[in-house]
T-cell receptor, first 110, second 115 residues
Framework: GQSLEQPSEVTAVEGAIVQINCTYQ??????LSWYQQHDGGAPTFLSY????GLEETGRFSSFLSRSDSYGYLLLQELQMKDSASYFC???????????FGKGTRLSVIA | DGGITQSPKYLFRKEGQNVTLSCEQN?????MYWYRQDPGQGLRLIYY???????QKGDIAEGYSVSREKKESFPLTVTSAQKNPTAFYLC??????????????FGPGTRLTVL
C-alpha cells in the first residue's frame, strides 16, 4: 500500500516563513504533488516534484528527497490569505490516480 | 471559461434514498475522479474513469455507483447501501492519469447531508 504523513496543524505569523513536511511510503514513486484548499472550497494544484531538489514558484517552493521519501512545501512572506489546508499527494503507480495525505491546516496569525 | 461544474452545491436527502451528484467538465480531459472528504480528513478516492464507458473502483467504492456515457460527464450515485453518506463530495479531472505529472482540476464540490 501507500501512505503519506504530514502534520495536522501549523500556525505561523504573517510575513514569516513556514515549512510543511510530508513523508511517503509507496511501492513505486512517480512524483510528489501539493494542493491547497481553502475552507469549503476546491483543492487547487500548487506544485509537482519528480526529481530531487527545490522548485520555486513565487512565494511557494517545494522540495523533494527521493532517498529519504520526504518532501516539503515552503511558504514565504506569509499572508492571511494563505490560511488553508495543504495536501501532499502521490500516484500509487503509473496507472492509478493520486493518493492524498490527510492535510495540514495552516493558520496565519497577525 | 473552461472548468468543472458540480451541482447542486448543497443537497439534503432522507435516509434510504438514492441521490445522484452531477459533474460536468469542458476541459476535454480524458480522466475524471470522485473523492469524498470528511471533516479533518484528506481526500479519499471513490471511483475514477480514464475513458468513456470505463471506470474503476477507488478505495471506498462500496455504496456508490458511477457512469461515464460521455467524456464531459461523470455522475455519482450515492445509494442507500452507503452507511454514512453525509460528506463533502469533490469531482476532478485531468488530461491523463497515467505517468507522474497528472495535475487534477477540481470542481466546487457538493455537500451532501442525509437526514
Amino acid at each position: 500500500g501507500q501512505s503519506l504523513e504530514q502534520p495536522s496543524e501549523v500556525t505561523a505569523v504573517e510575513g514569516a516563513i513556514v515549512q510543511i513536511n510530508c513523508t511517503y511510503q509507496t511501492s513505486g514513486f512517480y512524483g510528489l504533488s501539493w494542493y491547497q484548499q481553502h475552507d469549503g472550497g476546491a483543492p487547487t494544484f500548487l506544485s509537482y516534484n519528480a526529481l530531487d531538489g527545490l522548485e520555486e514558484t513565487g512565494r511557494f517552493s517545494s522540495f523533494l528527497s527521493r532517498s529519504d521519501s520526504y518532501g516539503y512545501l515552503l511558504l514565504q512572506e506569509l499572508q492571511m490569505k494563505d490560511s488553508a489546508s495543504y495536501f501532499c499527494a502521490v500516484p500509487t503507480s503509473g496507472n492509478t490516480p493520486l493518493v492524498f495525505g490527510k492535510g495540514t491546516r495552516l493558520s496565519v496569525i497577525a | 471559461d473552461g472548468g468543472i461544474t458540480q451541482s447542486p452545491k448543497y443537497l439534503f436527502r432522507k435516509e434510504g434514498q438514492n441521490v445522484t451528484l452531477s459533474c460536468e467538465q469542458n476541459l476535454n480531459h480524458d480522466a475524471m475522479y470522485w473523492y469524498r472528504q470528511d471533516p479533518g480528513q484528506g481526500l479519499r478516492l471513490i471511483y475514477y474513469s480514464q475513458i468513456v464507458n470505463d471506470f474503476q473502483k477507488g478505495d471506498i467504492a462500496e455504496g456508490y455507483s458511477v457512469s461515464r456515457e460521455k467524456k464531459e460527464s461523470f455522475p455519482l450515485t450515492v445509494t442507500s447501501a452507503q452507511k454514512n453518506p453525509t460528506a463533502f463530495y469533490l469531482c476532478a479531472s485531468s488530461q491523463d492519469y497515467r505517468g507522474g505529472y497528472n495535475e487534477q482540476f477540481f470542481g466546487p464540490g457538493t455537500r451532501l447531508t442525509v437526514l
